[in-house]
């Protein structure tokens, strides 16, 4: 063999193993992405649930509330709704102190766990007789 072909196979080798590093770093990049994206969209989820369980409840302590304004909680904390896999609650109803009632603050909560996560939705609406 010539010197001047082994100096080649050499300088292709070199050029091989730096390709070869330059795809694997952009490979880990591209999996710790992937990795990323999909923990957002499981957030992103667990969010909408959440919310939905918590406007659910709030739907059902609205009609509670218009019909009677004095109306008790429709679901409290002790004992919540479990809407799609998400628990739901009326964590408060604020009344004007004396008198009649005639406006009521309804503040209510919806709370989904999953894959390590936990996302709390607190929804407030003011219900005026």
Avoid: W
């Avoid at 964590?91 to 989904?112: E, F, H, M, R």
């Amino acid at each position: 063999m010539h010197p001047e072909v082994s100096r080649q196979h050499g300088s292709m080798l070199i050029s091989v193993l730096f390709i070869m590093l330059i795809l694997s770093g952009l490979m880990a990049t591209m999996v710790t992405l992937s990795g990323q994206s999909s923990r957002q969209l499981v957030y992103e989820t667990l969010a909408l649930r959440a919310r939905l369980a918590a406007e659910a409840v709030l739907e059902q302590q609205i009609f509670a509330t218009l019909d009677n304004i004095d109306a008790d909680m429709v679901v409290t904390s002790s004992a919540p709704a479990i809407i799609n896999q998400c628990q739901a609650h009326v964590q408060d109803l604020q009344k004007p102190s004396g008198g009649a009632a005639t406006q009521v603050k309804i503040i209510t909560t919806g709370n989904c766990s999953g894959s390590g996560l936990t996302v709390v939705r607190n929804i407030e609406v003011e219900v005026i007789e």
